[in-house]
């Protein structure tokens, strides 16, 4: 079955600016974990999603939001962007349970 | 953001040796994960652990959850070239219904061949 997808796989926007990501799971997986990756920090959990409903999130500030829609797939979306958001952002679907999570390949953003 | 202590931070081993890196943390898990990333990919789940003392194999892998439920350790052995990349360990904590995964730093490999 297809993986993690997630769109677009490189991104460049400029301070201020607003972007929206977005991944579609594995087909049946309801849960979907959105991450950032930065050589500093490492792996930083933002938000989980299950049914629609954000279940967890991270110490990120407003600017950062996601959804899901009703078959799953989920967007995440950085308001007013700072070169600090410049990361690769990672997007990862498991059935909702306990079990390990399936990662997509990312979504490298540059902000100039 | 909480991140769980991995450790060596980087190594390099010559092809052939085996392999040896631990997570821990001050809390308690009920759940481990050791995942691998490659340049410009997301990273793998190589093996998951669910209870304390679990030791479980995949291939050259093997990884161990730690019976205080704070630790876990991967082992590879007989390293390969294509080995090399970062081991990411990840604990989850369940509490109030709700699952969240706190990954370390990770681990660098290079294999020399």
């Known amino acids: 079955k297809a993986g993690v997808t997630q769109t677009p796989r490189y991104l460049i926007k400029t301070r201020g600016q607003q972007v929206t990501l977005s991944c579609s799971p594995i087909?049946?997986?309801?849960?979907v974990s959105w991450y950032q990756q930065t050589p500093g920090q490492g792996l930083q959990f933002l938000f989980e999603?299950?049914?629609?409903?954000?279940?967890n999130k991270g110490n990120f500030p407003g600017r950062f939001s996601g959804r899901q829609f009703s078959n799953s797939r989920s967007e995440m979306n950085v308001s007013t962007l700072e070169l600090g958001d410049s990361a690769l952002y990672l997007c990862?679907?498991?059935?909702?349970?306990?079990?390990?999570?399936?990662f997509g390949s990312g979504t490298r953003l540059t902000v100039v | 953001g909480q991140q769980l202590n991995q450790s060596p931070q980087s190594m390099f081993i010559q092809e052939g040796e085996d392999v040896s890196m631990n997570c821990t943390s001050s809390s308690i898990f009920n759940t481990w994960l050791w995942y691998k990333q490659e340049p410009g990919e997301g990273p793998v789940l190589l093996i998951a652990l669910y209870k304390a003392g679990e030791l479980t194999s995949n291939g050259r892998l093997t990884a161990q959850f730690g019976i205080t439920r704070k630790d876990s350790f991967l082992n590879i052995s007989a390293s390969i070239p294509s080995d090399v990349g970062i081991y990411f360990c990840a604990g989850q904590a369940v509490s109030s219904g709700t699952y969240k995964y706190i990954f370390g730093t990770g681990t660098r490999l290079k294999v020399l061949a």
């Open positions: 087909s049946g997986h309801r849960s």
């Open positions: 990862a679907s498991n059935s909702g349970g306990s079990g390990g999570y399936t």
């Open positions: 999603y299950f049914s629609e409903t954000q279940r």
